[in-house]
């Protein structure tokens, strides 16, 4: 899954949950995955299922480990489940194939026959699983080849300790009180606090967040804090997409990344990450990873994925006083910010006997209230997938963040692009970009800079880039 790593072996645990009502013969199959805790609210999400409905549920719940090879042998044959994982980035290989079902019949008939109304999803994320099999457009066409099992976004965030900490030391006024909040006493407004502009939570330039990286990079009672130390792999596309870059080209056939835009954005998130002194360098790195710098509260800015909540949710207050905030815009004429949104589905086999009932259970597992209770009420494991349900979820000071609205302005605001490994057939083009980006960085602290700069790297990758491409779009065209 894009948003974590599990470790361990790949356990099946098998489930027949059958209800008081009675069963429809074998009943449907659901072979999915996730971490032990989440395997266990899975289950109790199925037995209310089955009880509701009487439709037995054979449950194969299991970690990460090994789950794409197992699902990939099974697919096309009489052994595949009914009921699975799938993702944008393999609907289009998967549809082409034939081994999954179009599912609007089945959702529009659920939806008139009084169930779960697949409408009622968020807007836009069930484009995410459109895929024209004739045109080879993706979010295009009329069939639904899956439906999202959850919707997540990656904004950044702040720990407000270390950013009071600089305020009280006089390092915020010295580092922001520049450009447009010259004049501002206190310099530059908080991360948490609303541009006096708009009367809207602050969105910081490229600019105005290397000074907020500058003013929170420090040493204090013996404690070195950081401004900012973002995973790269992730983080870089907020700002190659806010300098108005882009992975491919709009018809999807020409990559893209050694456009001047492209590299403006890849240069300033080098230049931040590896340049400016306010991250750690490579030796702090091998000591401690950015995410434990993170966790430690030795960080001030760091993205936040909605998965993140429960453990940082663990960490003490005084340790991590995190919050929400939105990545960086270009400059002051650019006011769009963006970052990536991830999403996982449930597809069903086209080999399956009891499509009705497979169905029934995807749009249970993803849209019920036992599901928003489990997975987002009692427990912040995703975002609601119902948007019937968006207020309850805003307005319940249970569920952290506090402004935790940001998750969702992402997705239903304009903010949020897929991954682009989602953008294309396959992502083997997207993975010759990321295997030698190491070739930008230094390697060690006395390194002036990398063996290639951005663009170099952008100019070298680029038809390299474009061979692997190429090839995915033969395979989409000869449907491999």
Request: aromatic share 6%.
């Given at each position: 899954m894009f948003k974590k790593k599990w470790m361990g072996l790949l356990l099946a645990v098998p489930l027949l949950l059958s209800g008081c009502k009675g069963g429809r013969g074998d009943g449907v199959t659901i072979f999915i995955y996730g971490q032990a805790h989440e395997r266990s609210i899975y289950s109790k999400i199925i037995e209310k299922f089955t009880e509701e409905t009487g439709i037995k549920v054979k449950a194969d719940l299991v970690n990460t480990d090994g789950y794409a090879e197992t699902l990939t042998a099974s697919l096309g044959t009489k052994n595949a489940p009914d009921v699975f994982y799938s993702n944008p980035a393999s609907i289009g290989r998967y549809a082409m194939n034939g081994v999954i079902l179009d599912l609007k019949p089945y959702l529009e008939a659920e939806a008139e026959d009084g169930g779960l109304d697949y409408n009622n999803f968020l807007d836009g994320v069930v484009d995410y699983y459109r895929y024209d099999t004739v045109t080879k457009k993706r979010g295009a066409g009329d069939a639904v080849w899956a439906i999202p099992k959850d919707v997540s976004s990656y904004p950044l965030g702040y720990n407000r300790n270390i950013i009071n900490l600089s305020v009280t030391l006089g390092h915020w006024e010295t580092y922001t009180k520049l450009g447009a909040w010259a004049s501002r006493e206190g310099g530059m407004p908080l991360p948490w606090e609303n541009d006096p502009r708009t009367n809207k939570q602050i969105v910081y330039t490229f600019e105005e967040f290397t000074n907020a990286c500058r003013a929170t990079k420090f040493i204090h009672d013996d404690i070195e804090y950081f401004g900012t130390a973002l995973i790269d792999t992730w983080a870089m596309h907020s700002w190659i997409w806010a300098a108005g870059g882009n992975w491919l080209s709009e018809d999807g056939k020409t990559v893209t990344v050694n456009t001047p835009e492209f590299i403006a954005g890849f240069t300033e998130f080098i230049d931040l990450m590896d340049n400016r002194g306010i991250s750690q360098t490579r030796e702090q790195m091998g000591i401690k990873p950015h995410y434990d710098r993170w966790m430690a509260g030795e960080v001030a800015f760091f993205n936040v994925g909605v998965w993140d909540v429960a453990a940082f949710e663990s960490v003490p207050k005084e340790v991590l006083d995190y919050g929400l905030m939105p990545t960086p815009r270009k400059d002051n004429a650019s006011p769009n910010w963006y970052t990536y949104i991830g999403t996982l589905g449930y597809a069903v086999s086209s080999r399956t006997k009891v499509a009705p009932d497979a169905v029934k259970l995807a749009l249970y597992m993803s849209m019920s209230t036992e599901s928003y209770n489990r997975m987002t009420k009692y427990q912040t494991i995703q975002l609601p997938n119902n948007k019937t349900m968006v207020d309850e979820y805003l307005n319940d000071e249970t569920i952290k963040p506090e402004n935790k609205g940001i998750f969702l302005d992402v997705i239903q605001k304009g903010h949020g692009k897929l991954h682009p490994t989602a953008m294309a057939y396959n992502s083997l083009w997207y993975d010759a970009f990321i295997a030698e980006l190491s070739r930008v960085w230094k390697v060690t602290d006395d390194d002036p800079s990398g063996e290639?700069?951005?663009?170099?790297?952008?100019?070298?990758?680029?038809?390299?880039?474009?061979?692997?491409?190429?090839?995915?779009?033969?395979?989409?065209?000869?449907?491999?």
């Open positions: 290639m700069s951005p663009a170099q790297y952008a100019a070298y990758v680029q038809p390299i880039m474009q061979a692997q491409l190429d090839i995915a779009l033969a395979d989409e065209a000869a449907g491999v």
